[in-house]
């Protein structure tokens, strides 16, 4: 993981006014029933926070930047779920918020509600390729845009790699792509449940593709590129950018995740 900090200050800002600023722009009840967005664990009488850390998935090395940038605060995308009848938590997890615990600092996550947000991380994503006509598709987190001129599959993918810095896409490599479709994270079956409304696209854009879902879009005549769930790390910035906006002086460290791909 590669670390970035954002150097600012902001004195005495209490937890609260970070997470009221969050959950105005992305509210949880965008959330899906299973998610579990929000405060994950807050330390008994915390004080002021001290600076926030952002990562797609909080590990050890999160919080071992955070220690030593004397932060307090941890926000991750993905959240570590509640062990219950129908999910047991992992050894790995369980460490994870010992650790919290021991060195006083909170976690809170934001998952589902931003991917859900019109204006979350597809909308994000299309934003920064400079998408036209960008519109959302339900409320599912889908967006739909189009290119000024159309496109090779393979060159927008090289667009998408290189202002992502992604390591690898995978792709039909279609030769004219003017209208896409952006779902941020694994959004095969949602993009599925939406074809209906999605007849004009020439390429759908998501991750973590299965090879069922490659079979199904041959058959069907789809067009998918799969750009990996790295592109997620688009959600430090999205952050970063609110809460620079809300409270202009504020000490924020961003960890991107990065998948390492083996080649045998």
């Not at 071992?64 to 995308?77: F, P």
Request: proline fraction near 2%; hydrophobic fraction near 40%; include cysteine.
């Amino acid at each position: 993981m590669n670390a970035k900090e954002t150097l600012h200050t902001h004195p005495q800002l209490e937890l609260k006014e970070i997470i009221n600023a969050i959950v105005k722009k992305y509210p949880l009840s965008l959330q899906e029933k299973w998610d579990e967005s929000g405060i994950r664990y807050v330390p008994p009488k915390f004080n002021a926070v001290t600076g926030v850390l952002l990562c797609l998935d909080i590990d050890k090395t999160a919080i071992e930047v955070a220690l030593r940038n004397d932060i307090n605060l941890i926000i991750s995308h993905h959240p570590i779920f509640t062990e219950n009848k129908d999910y047991k938590m992992s050894k790995y997890d369980k460490e994870i918020l010992a650790s919290l615990k021991a060195n006083k600092i909170a976690f809170v996550s934001y998952h589902t509600n931003v991917d859900n947000s019109p204006i979350g991380l597809s909308y994000y994503i299309a934003k920064e390729l400079n998408l036209q006509r960008i519109q959302n598709i339900g409320k599912n987190g889908i967006v739909t845009g189009s290119l000024n001129t159309a496109n090779r599959a393979k060159v927008f993918g090289g667009i998408i790699k290189n202002k992502f810095s992604l390591e690898r896409i995978i792709f039909h490599n279609v030769d004219s792509v003017k209208n896409i479709a952006i779902c941020a994270g694994a959004g095969f079956d949602i993009i599925k449940g939406q074809l209906d409304k999605l007849n004009k696209i020439d390429l759908f854009v998501t991750a973590d593709l299965k090879y069922h879902d490659w079979k199904f879009a041959k058959k069907h005549g789809l067009q998918f590129m799969d750009i990996g769930h790295d592109v997620e790390n688009v959600f430090l910035d999205l952050i970063t950018n609110l809460l620079i906006e809300e409270f202009k002086t504020i000490k924020i460290q961003k960890v991107y995740s990065k998948t390492e791909v083996l080649v045998g």
